[in-house]
């Protein structure tokens, strides 16, 4: 079964790069089938994707975060990252890895437990 | 403000039936396919209808969907304490070039 687990530091100071992990378990990143990605819930608020990769790297993330947003794939791994620079405190959620299936119509099928990232100094 | 529309919130009683509408525009519903996902509180969203009206296995038939022009809505039929629950409507939005949500919609079970 596949599972997808989110790992990294849980504060980060603003102005710097929070830094996130996905290690994908139960199946393999190699594969035309799914794109990986990212989403986040601020606390209390609703879903805002973040962008997401193929297994071949390339990206596409969300406009509003004005390339802020770097996404790459470790196919060696199984893993897959999110950065993302010059935080704020309005980046304080909880951030979520998926795997979006994209054969045909396209959804957010496997979700990560989540982990909650706040900015702060 | 979300792109796309839901009601804060809902709520029946057990064994009673609900619908949560989900509102767009031309360039998201209107020409893409819409997913629903379910969050439990304190657990991260699950896959409850893909394609507008599909269910993935192991989710109860009592979940059903449907789209229209640029609506979307998602029905659950015999309500049960575990339906209490936020849910999330979802698409692509081609103009944006972006995936868009909805708000959510908590279900609250009387």
């Known amino acids: 079964q596949m599972q997808l687990q989110e790992s990294g530091p849980g504060v980060v100071k603003p102005s710097e790069t929070l830094s996130l992990i996905c290690t994908v378990s139960?199946?393999?990143?190699?594969?035309?089938?799914?794109?990986w990605g990212w989403i986040r819930q601020p606390p209390g608020k609703g879903l805002e994707w973040i962008g997401n990769?193929?297994?071949?790297?390339?990206?596409h993330d969300n406009p509003s975060l004005k390339s802020r947003v770097t996404i790459s794939v470790d196919t060696s791994k199984n893993q897959f990252s999110l950065k993302l620079s010059s935080v704020t405190a309005a980046d304080t959620a909880v951030y979520y890895c998926?795997?979006?299936?994209?054969?045909?119509?396209?959804?957010?099928?496997?979700w990560g437990q989540g982990t909650l990232v706040t900015v702060s100094s | 403000q979300s792109v796309l529309t839901q009601p804060p919130s809902a709520s029946g009683t057990p064994g009673q039936r609900v619908t949560i509408s989900c509102s767009g525009s031309?360039?998201?519903?209107?020409?893409?396919?819409v997913s629903w996902y379910q969050q439990i509180p304190g657990t991260a969203p699950k896959l409850l209808i893909y394609?507008?009206?599909q269910r993935p296995s192991g989710v109860p038939d009592r979940f059903s969907a449907s789209k229209s022009g640029t609506s979307a809505s998602l029905a659950i039929s015999g309500l049960q304490s575990e339906d209490e629950a936020d849910y999330y409507c979802?698409?692509?939005?081609?103009?944006?070039?972006?995936?868009?949500f909805g708000g959510g919609t908590k279900l609250t079970v009387l």
């Open positions: 998926v795997r979006l299936a994209v054969t045909g119509t396209r959804y957010f099928d496997s």
């Open positions: 139960g199946g393999s990143i190699w594969t035309s089938s799914y794109y």
């Open positions: 990769i193929n297994f071949s790297g390339r990206t």
């Open positions: 031309s360039s998201n519903i209107g020409t893409n396919t």
């Open positions: 394609r507008n009206n």
């Open positions: 979802a698409t692509w939005h081609d103009s944006l070039n972006d995936w868009v």
